[in-house]
């Protein structure tokens, strides 16, 4: 995977991973996690939308093993979303890929206004 497309493709699917974890999550669930769930929400649109506004034209070959780690988190995700595992686990994991995506997201559209920052 090195097209932007592709990589978009995957910050997509962060971000409907964390909408799919605010769905799933218990009216029962600690106000804190609640709030964790609804920014990581947040922080995913704002990655996926900084990415797909100015990334598809980039060379993104060196962010390749970022991107392994993300397919990698979002696999993790998913699985915990189908596996209906403690919410307070979920938000720890799609928290981790939002993270990922975020570096992502900085890389492809390195303005003041991005919501990432540069990979180390």
Request: proline share 6%; net charge negative; charged share 25%.
């Amino acid at each position: 995977m090195t097209t932007a497309a592709e990589m978009i493709d995957c910050l997509l699917d962060v971000y409907l991973l964390a909408l799919a974890g605010v769905d799933q999550c218990p009216d029962s669930a600690p106000p804190e996690v609640k709030g964790r769930l609804l920014a990581n929400v947040e922080r995913a649109e704002r990655a996926f939308s900084d990415a797909a506004a100015d990334g598809l034209v980039r060379d993104c070959s060196h962010l390749v093993p970022v991107v392994r780690q993300l397919f990698a988190a979002n696999r993790l995700g998913r699985q915990s979303l189908r596996n209906a595992e403690p919410i307070a686990r979920l938000v720890s994991e799609l928290e981790r890929a939002t993270c990922l995506a975020v570096e992502i997201a900085g890389e492809l559209n390195p303005s003041p206004e991005s919501s990432g920052s540069t990979l180390r």
